[in-house]
T-cell receptor
Framework: GEDVEQSLFLSVREGDSSVINCTYT??????LYWYKQEPGAGLQLLTY?????DMKQDQRLTVLLNKKDKHLSLRIADTQTGDSAIYFC??????????FGRGTSLIVHP | NAGVTQTPKFQVLKTGQSMTLQCAQD?????MYWYRQDPGMGLRLIYY???????DKGEVPNGYNVSRLNKREFSLRLESAAPSQTSVYFC?????????????FGEGSRLTVL
């Protein structure tokens, strides 16, 4: 199976909260990242969390990490149409090579 | 700030033709990467270069070659293009080799092989 798994699609109404989930398999993961890809563009780092943290908040973004279950989530409060994008979870394990999930397409509708 | 620059942005090839995708970064990063992105497949690593002078295969290297020309530049070559290589190609760089770190991506090169 995949090392990093994400659901492919999420649809939310504007103003609601979005929660994008990710599971990973490697317990030695040290950094876990969320990247955002807007249409026609490359990926940009959105936020990250160290493995010794449970939660990180950055304005409308909240990252939760459950190390026991190897589960990572990204919550976007008050979701706006500008948040429509593909969100990638990535797992860095101290090597040169991060492992990316397949990406979750977030669709925000009025 | 240019960041990671890829050229060309769009290219159409016929089966069997060759081409080189160019990538340059101006952030003095050690590590550079080439990924391809296909619908539903996410990002797949083709080749990477941990530091100047080294290159290694990723998950899907067949049909590609790379050159780390210097610290700034990392090129990807398709010697004999096939329709299966139709994809969006992303170059990325990272400031630290051997440790975790954020990847900085270019805007992508969209390649169609007919």
């Amino acid at each position: 199976g995949e090392d990093v798994e994400q659901s492919l699609f999420l649809s939310v109404r504007e103003g609601d909260s979005s929660v994008i989930n990710c599971t990973y398999t490697d317990s030695s993961s040290t950094y876990l990242y969320w990247y955002k890809q807007e249409p026609g563009a490359g990926l940009q780092l959105l936020t990250y969390i160290f493995s010794n943290m449970d939660m990180k908040q950055d304005q409308r973004l909240t990252v939760l990490l459950n190390k026991k279950d190897k589960h990572l989530s990204l919550r976007i409060a008050d979701t706006q149409t500008g948040d429509s994008a593909i969100y990638f979870c990535a797992d860095h394990r101290g090597s040169y090579i991060p492992t990316f999930g397949r990406g979750t397409s977030l669709i925000v509708h009025p | 700030n240019a960041g990671v620059t890829q050229t060309p942005k769009f290219q159409v090839l016929k089966t069997g033709q060759s081409m080189t995708l160019q990538c340059a970064q101006d952030m003095n990063h050690n590590s550079m990467y080439w990924y391809r992105q296909d619908p539903g497949m996410g990002l797949r690593l083709i080749y990477y270069s941990a530091s100047e002078g080294t290159t290694d295969k990723g998950e899907v290297p067949n049909g590609y070659n790379v050159s780390r020309l210097n610290k700034r530049e990392f090129s990807l070559r398709l010697e004999s293009a096939a329709p299966s290589q139709t994809s969006v190609y992303f170059c990325a760089s990272s400031p630290r080799g051997g440790e975790t770190g954020e990847l900085f991506f270019g805007e992508g090169s969209r390649l169609t092989v007919l």
